[in-house]
C-alpha cells in the first residue's frame, strides 16, 4: 500500500488550539504529520500537546515583533525543519463588533498585528526552512486562512475585514514572487464555522447552520495533498 502523503510532512500552525486550528492539529497528527503549533494560552497548549502524539506546542502571540523568531526557531527545530504554515490565529479586533467610526486606532492595530503583520513576519522568519523544504523536493507550501469579510464590507467587521483583505494581497503577491523558490503561498477562506471566534462576532448565530471546524479542517488537509502530489511530480 502506498504511503499517505501527509505522514511525514512536517507543518506549522498558529492557533492550534480552538477551531479550525485545533481541527487541523487533530487531523494533521491523525494522518502521521509532525506539527507544531502556537497559541497564547499555555494551560489549552499543553492539553493540546498532551492528547495528541506528533504535536509540539509552543505559547507565544503571533501579534508580538519579539516572539517572531524564537517562535520561528523552536517551531523548525521541533519539526526538523518545515514544509507547511498555516497562518491561521486571528484576531476580530473590536468585541463586540462595531462600526469603524466607532472603532479605536488601537483596535484596528491589534487587528492587523494579528491578521496581517504576525503572519508576515513569522513567514519571513520561516523562508529560509520553507526554501531548503522546496530545494530537497520536498512540498513548501504557505497557507493563509483569510475570511469572505476579505472581499464583502460587512458592516461591523471593519477591522478584521480590512486586515483579512491585506493578508489576501500579501498572500496573492508573496506567491508570485516566492515562485521561483519553489514556495507556494495560498489563502483559504474556511467558510463560517461553528467556532469560538464566531460566536463572538455572531453569538445569535444557530450553530447548526454553520460547518463544523473538523470540515473545513480537511479541505485544507486535502488542499496539502494535492500540492503534495504536485511537487512529487514536478
Ligand atoms: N469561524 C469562522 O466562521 C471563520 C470564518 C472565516 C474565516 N475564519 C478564520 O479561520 C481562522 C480560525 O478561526 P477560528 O474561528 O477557528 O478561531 P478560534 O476558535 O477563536 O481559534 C483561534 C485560535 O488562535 C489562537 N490565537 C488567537 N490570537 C492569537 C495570537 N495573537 N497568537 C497566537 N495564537 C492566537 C487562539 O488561542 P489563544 O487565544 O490561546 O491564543 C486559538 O487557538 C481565523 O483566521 C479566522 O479569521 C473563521
Same mark, same amino acid.
Given at each position: 500500500m502506498d504511503q499517505d502523503p501527509i505522514a511525514g510532512l512536517r507543518v506549522a500552525v498558529t492557533g492550534g488550539t480552538s477551531g479550525l486550528g485545533l481541527a487541523l492539529v487533530e /487531523? =494533521? !497528527?491523525?494522518?502521521?504529520?509532525?506539527?507544531?503549533?502556537?497559541?497564547? %494560552?499555555p494551560s489549552r497548549v499543553l492539553a493540546v500537546s498532551s492528547a495528541h502524539d506528533r504535536a509540539h506546542g509552543f505559547v507565544g502571540d503571533v501579534s508580538d515583533k519579539d516572539q517572531t523568531h524564537p517562535l520561528a526557531m523552536s517551531l523548525s527545530a521541533s519539526l526538523g @525543519? =518545515? *514544509?507547511? =504554515?498555516? $497562518? $491561521? /490565529?486571528?484576531?476580530l479586533g473590536p468585541v463586540p463588533l462595531v462600526p469603524l467610526a466607532d472603532t479605536e486606532c488601537?483596535?484596528?492595530e491589534e487587528a492587523l498585528a494579528t491578521n496581517l503583520?504576525?503572519?508576515f513576519r513569522l513567514t519571513k522568519a520561516l523562508l529560509g526552512a520553507l526554501s531548503a523544504s522546496a530545494r530537497e523536493g520536498r512540498p513548501a507550501l504557505v497557507i493563509n486562512v483569510t475570511s469572505d469579510a476579505a472581499v464583502n464590507p460587512y458592516p461591523g467587521w471593519g477591522a478584521y475585514g480590512s486586515s483579512k483583505a491585506a493578508l489576501q494581497h500579501l498572500t496573492r503577491i508573496w506567491d508570485v514572487e516566492l &515562485? /521561483? #523558490? @519553489?514556495?507556494?503561498? =495560498?489563502?483559504? *477562506?474556511? @467558510? *463560517?464555522? %461553528? !467556532?469560538?471566534? #464566531? &460566536? &463572538?462576532?455572531?453569538? $445569535? &448565530? %444557530?450553530? /447548526?447552520?454553520?460547518?463544523?471546524?473538523a470540515e473545513s479542517a480537511a479541505e485544507i488537509v486535502a488542499l496539502i495533498e494535492r500540492h503534495v502530489a504536485a511537487a512529487v511530480n514536478a
Open positions: /487531523a =494533521l !497528527t491523525q494522518r502521521g504529520a509532525e506539527v507544531g503549533f502556537v497559541a497564547r %494560552d @525543519g =518545515l *514544509d507547511v =504554515l498555516i $497562518n $491561521n /490565529a486571528s484576531s488601537e483596535e484596528l503583520v504576525g503572519p &515562485a /521561483a #523558490h @519553489g514556495v507556494r503561498v =495560498l489563502a483559504v *477562506d474556511p @467558510g *463560517d464555522m %461553528d !467556532t469560538a471566534l #464566531h &460566536a &463572538a462576532a455572531l453569538p $445569535n &448565530a %444557530d450553530p /447548526a447552520s454553520l460547518k463544523r471546524p
